[in-house]
């Protein structure tokens, strides 16, 4: 499988994350809105909040805080944050307050910033406070390679590509679409072109939290993995996971092809029976590959599938047939 990346995630309707991902999916069900008006409410929501909360003044920091440079790299003089390389603060619309970017602001908040409604700017350069921009209007200095004024998204690391898709309603990492991407209606999200007709659609496949670690797919920054089966986990998710498991945590469905290794499983079966005392005793076993049911001997830790010779089988039952 190609990994498949996909920038802009979100948790519980407790957390303005869930509110975020409630909201989102209010406005994809609505039938009587067209595809663009669905992704300008997208748009606007793309960072989410509560509404009780948004409001409520982040916490005041000094004005040398304010004025001072930030750097994504101290050492090398590259100005931004932890998160993007930028030579621009944003003052948040919500609580006026200036932050390097809306990580950072949401850090020290009650509430969460809606990076996609930011009216003005702070030049790190020369410090003058000013409506949105790709450039400052006072030194004429370009703050960040890539600007969309959508999204409000700044970021100048010269390794990174970005690009809007209207029906996602966010930028996405890579060239662009027709490029390296393309954007599946089905599943609603932005695919690595060479998955365009060699992928499992899922309805609004990133419409759900990671299996691992929960955090929402859609909108988030971390990369994402469409496993074989069609179901999607984050990068980094996916390869712990698979130190552990060669199973989907999904559907439970194998990750790959098992065959080499249920071979030893056969071998080691025939090299190690089971105790004579367990020879009546039958399972009742559903595959997780093929999802059917089937009957086969019983074993302290193997089950294998009668029609695709499957091990990655569930056990259902199990019971004594005498003769």
């Given at each position: 499988m190609t990994l498949c990346t996909m920038t802009p995630s979100y948790m519980s309707s407790a957390t303005p994350e869930g509110e975020l991902r409630k909201r989102i999916r209010q406005i994809q069900d609505d039938d009587a809105l067209e595809p663009a008006e669905k992704a300008q409410r997208i748009q606007r929501l793309m960072s989410g909040g509560h509404a009780n909360s948004r409001f409520q003044p982040a916490k005041r920091r000094s004005i040398e805080d304010v004025n001072a440079p930030t750097y994504y790299n101290e050492k090398q003089q590259i100005l931004g944050?932890?998160?993007?390389?930028?030579?621009?603060?944003?003052?948040?619309?919500?609580?006026?307050?200036?932050?390097?970017?809306?990580?950072?602001?949401?850090?020290?908040?009650?509430?969460?910033?809606?990076?996609?409604?930011?009216?003005?700017?702070?030049?790190?350069?020369?410090?003058?406070?000013?409506?949105?921009a790709q450039s400052c209007r006072e030194c004429k200095q370009i703050l960040a390679r890539y600007y969309c004024d959508l999204c409000k998204l700044w970021d100048d690391d010269p390794n990174k590509t970005s690009y809007h898709c209207d029906k996602c309603g966010l930028c996405r990492s890579g060239r662009g679409l027709g490029d390296d991407y393309f954007h599946c209606d089905t599943c609603n999200v932005c695919l690595s072109i060479n998955m365009k007709n060699n992928h499992r659609c899922i309805e609004r496949s990133l419409d759900n939290d990671c299996p691992i670690c929960g955090e929402y797919l859609f909108t988030s920054t971390t990369r994402s993995y469409f496993m074989p089966c069609g179901h999607s986990i984050h990068v980094p998710c996916y390869i712990a996971h698979r130190e552990t498991s060669y199973q989907c945590p999904t559907c439970l469905k194998s990750l790959g092809d098992m065959t080499a290794y249920f071979e030893r499983v056969d071998q080691d079966i025939m090299q190690q029976p089971m105790p004579p005392e367990y020879q009546y005793h039958v399972s009742h076993i559903f595959c997780n590959d093929c999802e059917t049911r089937s009957r086969t001997k019983y074993h302290f830790f193997h089950h294998k599938c009668e029609n695709c010779n499957s091990y990655n089988t569930t056990v259902l039952q199990t019971e004594i047939i005498r003769p």
């Open positions: 944050c932890e998160h993007y390389q930028r030579k621009v603060k944003l003052q948040a619309n919500c609580c006026s307050e200036i932050f390097p970017c809306r990580f950072c602001h949401d850090r020290v908040s009650h509430h969460t910033m809606v990076r996609s409604e930011t009216k003005n700017m702070k030049c790190m350069l020369c410090g003058a406070l000013q409506p949105a």
